[in-house]
């Protein structure tokens, strides 16, 4: 069975910095796209950064203009985890964060930045930033 359990939310300040971790379980995702999206209350979902393999032990990170500069994807494949480095937390980053996995594999597509490919999801976790 596939799990993805999300870690490392919690309230800070603006300014400062968090870094979410998403470790998987029933499946190696070394080769399938792993998004990170968010959803603030009364919001939709939004996408947020992904990461896909872009052959031997490399891969491709990519993030919305939103968090550019700011936050940074990323991946350990010996740890089955993906990582949302985020700095600089402005109070509207407050959100409940996503990540997801797209098990049919592939590389880098423009569909990435929408749910519609992921077909596994975590639980989610608050993230809160205080003005």
């Known amino acids: 069975q596939v799990q993805l359990v999300e870690s490392g939310g919690g309230l800070v300040q603006a300014g400062g910095s968090l870094r979410l971790s998403c470790a998987a379980s029933?499946?190696?995702?070394?080769?399938?796209?792993m998004g990170w999206f968010r959803q603030a209350p009364g919001k939709d979902r939004e996408f947020v950064a992904v990461?896909?393999?872009?052959?031997?032990?490399?891969?491709?990170?990519y993030t919305a203009d939103a968090v550019k500069g700011r936050f940074t994807a990323s991946r350990d494949g010996a740890k089955n985890t993906v990582y949302l480095q985020m700095n600089s937390l402005k109070p509207e980053d407050t959100a409940v964060y996503y990540c997801?996995?797209?098990?049919?594999?592939?590389?880098?597509?423009?569909?990435?930045?929408?749910?519609?490919?992921?077909?596994?999801w975590g639980q989610g976790t608050q993230v809160t930033v205080s003005s």
């Open positions: 990461t896909t393999w872009s052959g031997d032990r490399s891969y491709y990170a």
């Open positions: 997801a996995a797209k098990s049919q594999g592939g590389t880098w597509d423009v569909g990435l930045l929408t749910t519609g490919p992921y077909d596994y």
């Open positions: 029933g499946l190696t995702f070394i080769r399938y796209p």
